[in-house]
């Protein structure tokens, strides 16, 4: 089968070999009411009122929203303001942890036998895709399309990042139980799980684990980024393309992230909501890369400090992996549902001033979607709307490639999301 474009990005995983640790404690949890894709959620707790862990401390008023769970027991001190990467302010509840962690009596395991009981435990466990996207898991399952096939993405492409590796060879029994319990509830033929190359210690404990289920199986992928997109994930797992416009599922393939399955299947077994996450520390001004199990809503500054990080020499901080991560603007900023990565950099990224287009083609050849990133900059240039429409801007995932391997150092990447802007208010 071919093979969709991409780049080899430099091996940085220090922490792939590190086994998930239980971060202790911290002292306060701050818990912003907007960690997903869509509208914000409403706090309704008070100052001074006792939580417990897995208690709604904000409700989903909207159906682009799920709730939001305290992941600690003790005293709520006050319902703050908090500025989100983009500037956005939103609510936040802020915790003093008793140290008890006293679990909610309304965690109990919910009763999920058909497809609306799965969409409905999803939406009420607060559940969020956990590769970074921070979509909105019951969405998926809430859709009329009949769905043939699962694909559990665990490529983990970018920089940095060993959340999912360390979810697959740890939990892998917990991943497979969860893709059996979606496949028979949704009555999907076949699952399927990515997993790079370059990892054939997760693909054999992934198919180790799936040897007595029947329909799954385990895919190794080419090692390249961005292996882990959704539409060049589908094709290189089932050879399906998903046309421009529309999403995996409009075709009858339902992606989850590796960490997303393996939660919804602890909340089957326990109930307990999305209140802790797994997160990879590393970055140059990072000594001792690892992999952290952390409450939802802990001060980064406590994550850096427990990984020995030289908080003084910290000029960058990035939320995710190095190509799509997001720049953090200061240390007040707490660990949220999607996180999978908190990257410590010593450095300020400065980009060379851009110079003219050499046509070279590196652009071309990287792009996944077989764009053209020189003819789109041009377009966009002219605000050409009808040559933005022929060239497909659509179909560009904002991976960076262009612009990574762009000898001129051109904006493409970010061009292009301007282009797709204007073509979305034409």
Avoid: W
């Amino acid at each position: 089968m071919k093979r969709l474009n991409g780049i080899r990005l430099p091996k940085s995983k220090r922490a792939q070999n590190k086994q998930i640790t239980v971060l202790p404690l911290p002292k306060l949890i701050r818990i912003p009411m907007l960690m997903h894709m869509g509208e914000p959620c409403v706090p309704c707790v008070e100052p001074d009122e006792y939580v417990y862990v897995g208690q709604e401390i904000g409700r989903a008023e909207s159906d682009k929203a799920v709730p939001i769970h305290s992941s600690v027991s003790g005293n709520v001190s006050v319902i703050s303001e908090y500025s989100l990467p983009d500037g956005t302010k939103v609510p936040a509840v802020e915790i003093i942890p008793d140290g008890l962690q006293v679990i909610h009596p309304d965690c109990i395991p919910p009763k999920i036998s058909n497809q609306k009981e799965l969409a409905d435990a999803a939406r009420k466990s607060g559940c969020v895709g956990l590769g970074g996207s921070g979509d909105l898991t019951y969405q998926k399952f809430s859709r009329s399309e009949k769905m043939n096939i699962l694909v559990l993405n665990g490529a983990e492409c970018e920089c940095f990042l060993s959340t999912d590796l360390r979810q697959m060879l740890e939990n892998a029994e917990q991943i497979i139980s969860g893709a059996a319990m979606i496949q028979k509830i949704m009555k999907i033929k076949e699952v399927l799980i990515g997993v790079q190359s370059n990892q054939p210690a997760a693909i054999q404990v992934l198919t180790q684990a799936a040897e007595k289920q029947k329909g799954i199986t385990v895919c190794p992928l080419p090692p390249l980024y961005p292996q882990g997109e959704k539409k060049v994930l589908v094709f290189h797992t089932t050879g399906l393309v998903v046309p421009e416009g529309q999403e995996p599922e409009d075709i009858g393939v339902l992606v989850l992230n590796v960490s997303t399955c393996a939660f919804l299947y602890q909340y089957a077994q326990t109930g307990i909501p999305l209140v802790e996450r797994v997160v990879t520390v590393d970055g140059n001004a990072v000594p001792k890369a690892c992999n952290l199990q952390v409450p939802v809503g802990t001060p980064i500054i406590d994550v850096l400090s427990y990984a020995s990080c030289e908080l003084d020499l910290v000029k960058e901080i990035y939320s995710g992996g190095a190509m799509t991560g997001v720049c953090y603007p200061a240390f007040r900023a707490s660990v949220v549902k999607p996180q999978n990565g908190l990257v410590a950099m010593k450095t300020v990224s400065k980009r060379k001033a851009p110079t003219d287009c050499i046509r070279c083609g590196k652009c071309l050849s990287a792009c996944p979607m077989n764009l053209m990133p020189t003819e789109i900059d041009r377009s966009y240039q002219k605000r050409d709307v009808a040559a933005l429409t022929d060239l497909h801007t659509g179909l560009c995932m904002n991976c960076g490639c262009c612009t990574y391997v762009c000898p001129a150092n051109r904006p493409l990447s970010e061009t292009i999301q301007q282009a797709k802007l204007l073509l979305s208010n034409a």
